[in-house]
Nanobody, 124 residues
Framework: EVQLAESGGGSVQAGGSLRLSCTVS????????MGWFRQTPGKGREVIAS???????AYADSVKGRFTISQDNAEKTAYLQMNNLKPEDTAMYHC??????????????????WGRGTQVTVSS
């Protein structure tokens, strides 16, 4: 059984930074492309970053220039560095794994697996 576990969330002031981590356990194929999506009552689920084998990345316009996604060489861990956080970034952040496409920003349901999430709260 594949499981994803996020960590690193918390409460920060606007302009602050957080680094989220996601680890994959269980068998998962290779290559394993990973991503991050966030969920809020107003916007639902929004994929904000994806990374592909070879280091290619894609970002939602809402986070472009502020967030950076990365992945370890074994493709078992993903990170999301979040800088210059804004109150509108407040959401539950989920990592996701194993998507067929190799470019662009997929919808959340194209990933085969996702974690339970870690809460990020940004105050003004």
């Amino acid at each position: 059984e594949v499981q994803l576990a996020e960590s690193g969330g918390g409460s920060v002031q606007a302009g602050g930074s957080l680094r989220l981590s996601c680890t994959v356990s269980g068998y998962i194929g290779s290559p394993n492309s990973m991503g991050w999506f966030r969920q809020t009552p107003g916007k639902g689920r929004e994929v904000i970053a994806s990374i592909y084998t070879g280091g290619g990345t894609a970002y939602a316009d809402s986070v472009k220039g502020r967030f950076t996604i990365s992945q370890d060489n074994a493709e078992k861990t993903a990170y999301l560095q979040m800088n210059n956080l804004k109150p509108e970034d407040t959401a539950m952040y989920h990592c996701a794994a194993d998507v067929a496409r190799a470019y662009g920003l997929p919808p959340w349901y194209e990933y085969k697996y996702w974690g339970r999430g870690t809460q990020v709260t940004v105050s003004s």
